[in-house]
Each structure stands twice: as C-alpha cells, then as structure tokens.
C-alpha cells in the first residue's frame, strides 16, 4: 500500500534553514508528481509547491519562492523541501503528497515546523 | 494566488444532504477541469474525495458527488452521517502559473 513518511520538522530559528525528507513505498516513485502542502495550527491548507515525476518541472507557491527547493532522489525514493530564511509565518504541519491527474490521491501524516526564537 | 472562498461552515442531520461551494476565477476553476475535495478529521491528513470536478477514488462511498459550473464547484454530501463531520477542502489547478490552490475550507458539523 502507499505510504509516505515526512521527517525532519523540529523547532528553528528565525532565519535559519531545515531540510524536510518524504520517504515513499507502495507505488513506482519515480513515475508520479509530488507536492508539499502546509497547514498552519488551526489553520486551512495552503499549497506549498509541486515536482514532476523527474524533477525537471517545479513550481512554488509566491509566499515561499525564492526560500524554499522542492527536489527528489528517485534512487532513494525520497522527495525533499529545502526551507532557508524561514520566518515565524512558515510555522505549519507539512505534508508531502503523490499527484494523479492534478489531484493529490495519497498523503503522509505530516511533520511540524516551528519557527521561533 | 488567492485562496478558493468556501463557507466557513455547514451542517445538516444524520440522512439529510449538505452542499459546499467553492468559488475560484476563470483562471482556475472555471477553466480547467481539475478540481479536487478533500476531507480532514481533526488531527488527520486529508484525504481525497473527489478529483477531476466528479470522479471518485475507489472505497470513496457515492453518496460524496462533485459538480462545476462556470468558476464554481460543488460537493454535495448525501444521506449525512455521523463520521462526515470534518473540515473540507477543494482544490483547482490554476494554469496561468502551473500552481495549485486551495478553498478556505468548509467545517461539516452532523446536528
């Protein structure tokens, strides 16, 4: 069955950098599209950015281009947000999630981030 | 990019039939065919409900059912019951810039 696991959320710094990991199974990995969504605590959903089955196409929300790297290892079967100059406003449940005709089919359980001094 | 406007809220009986709008532009859903719901319970991720305005994944039961016209889409949630309660969300491709968005979110309450 799918399974996508996100690590790597934790507390950080105003400013800082942290690399988010989504490990996936159950599916051919590098055949599908990926994308982060985030959710702020008692927040909506806000799409995050998004990464073709090959990493040659992604595309970014405004609120985080220019900060965040979406990327992929399709050898490891594991989709990455690199998230640098992060501000207090970043602070959300991040979710990595599988594309099937522009709709997202499988998501993981998220990992927080927080943002603080 | 600019969220999708749902209602804040909704809510019906056990049996009865609750319908969610989702308003977006001509840039989004209006203009594609690509519209998704999702449901979250709290404390869960969200899962996929309907996707392409009307298609449901399998083991999504059929009292969930999508619609579209012009820039706004619809669930409609038949025949209500008690486990529907959750917040739910629709989603569009927006092909001016290749990006998704999501709706507001809509909190189903089962009275």
């Known amino acids: 069955q799918v399974q996508l696991v996100e690590s790597g959320g934790g507390v950080v710094q105003p400013g800082r950098s942290l690399r988010l990991s989504c490990a996936a199974s159950?599916?051919?990995?590098?055949?599908?599209?990926m994308h982060w969504v985030r959710q702020a605590p008692g927040k909506g959903l806000e799409w995050v950015a998004v990464l073709s089955y090959d990493g040659s196409d992604k595309y970014y929300a405004d609120s985080v281009k220019g900060r965040f790297t979406i990327s992929r290892d399709n050898s490891r079967n594991t989709l990455y947000l690199q998230m640098s100059s992060l501000r207090p406003e970043d602070t959300a449940v991040y979710f990595c999630a599988k594309d099937v005709e522009y709709a997202l089919n499988y998501w993981g359980q998220g990992t927080l981030v927080t943002v603080s001094s | 990019q600019s969220a999708l406007t749902q209602p804040p809220s909704a809510s019906g009986s056990p049996g009865q039939s609750v319908t969610i709008s989702c308003t977006g532009t001509?840039?989004?859903?209006?203009?594609?065919?690509?519209v998704s719901w999702y449901q979250q319970h709290p404390g869960k991720a969200p899962q996929i409900i309907i996707y392409e305005v009307s298609k449901r994944p399998s083991g999504v039961p059929e009292r969930f059912s999508g619609s579209k016209s012009g820039n706004t889409a619809s669930l409609t949630v038949s025949g209500l019951q008690a486990e529907d309660e959750a917040d739910y969300y629709c989603s569009s491709f927006s092909g001016s810039n290749n990006r998704y968005v999501f709706g507001t979110g809509t909190k189903v309450t089962v009275l």
């Open positions: 001509s840039s989004d859903v209006g203009g594609y065919n690509y």
């Open positions: 159950g599916f051919t990995f590098s055949s599908y599209g």
